[in-house]
């Protein structure tokens, strides 16, 4: 049986790439589309690292952000 590798939902990097990734799924919240509720979402260190610095403001976003603060 062949072991299943996830891949980031952000860089698409593969698990043997990135290292570590993280697996969730969206919750229903105001901004996130009803159709991605409860599907499986996966973000690598990399990426992780990544969101910090552009919340820390310390790098700029190339796309603005699919849900907006309340």
């Not at 299943?4 to 990135?18: D, I, K, L």
């Not at 799924?25 to 990426?47: D, E, H, T, Y």
């Amino acid at each position: 049986m062949k072991a299943r590798t996830f891949r980031c939902s952000f860089c698409g990097r593969s698990q043997n790439e990135a290292g570590q990734i993280v697996a969730g799924a969206p919750q229903a919240a105001p901004g996130v589309p009803r159709q991605m509720v409860g599907k499986s979402a996966f973000i690598c260190a990399l990426c992780v690292r990544r969101c910090n610095r552009i919340i820390a403001g310390l790098e700029k976003q190339n796309a603005p952000a699919a849900v907006s603060p309340e």
